[in-house]
Nanobody
Framework: QVQLVESGGGLVQPGGSLRLSCAAS?????????MDWFRQAPGKERECVAA????????AYADSVKGRFTISRDTAKNTVYLQMNSLKPEDTAVYYC????????????????WGKGTLVTVSS
């Protein structure tokens, strides 16, 4: 079993920044997992905002966050990050960390492990 725990959410003004962290623990060889960040706003489908391959050589972003969000990982710390800049009110959502063994994917149906989420609210 692998446990994922997100942190770093909170209230931020439009134009501000936040960095989310997701720590993996349990029976894991973190380097085997491709990792994603998803988000879900009230009344909306859960969507992938960023994905990173096992090697970190490949990253992918939703068009809505491209150029503003950056996903990264620190294998030594078993942690994946989401740096969010130039935040907008429409970025308000619960953000989830997710992972799977093997090739990266942006489909929520491919994810095996999920965190419980952290709330990001962008408001003045």
């Amino acid at each position: 079993q692998v446990q994922l725990v997100e942190s770093g959410g909170g209230l931020v003004q439009p134009g501000g920044s936040l960095r989310l962290s997701c720590a993996a623990s349990g029976r894991t060889l973190f380097s085997m997992y491709s990792m994603d960040w998803f988000r879900q706003a009230p009344g909306k489908e859960r969507e992938c905002v960023a994905a990173i391959s096992r090697s970190s050589l490949t990253t992918a972003y939703a068009d809505s966050v491209k150029g503003r969000f950056t996903i990264s990982r620190d294998t030594a710390k078993n942690t994946v990050y989401l740096q969010m800049n130039s935040l907008k009110p429409e970025d308000t959502a619960v953000y989830y960390c997710a992972g799977r063994v093997g090739t990266w994917s942006t489909s929520k149906d491919d994810m095996v492990y999920w965190g419980k989420g952290t709330l990001v609210t962008v408001s003045s």
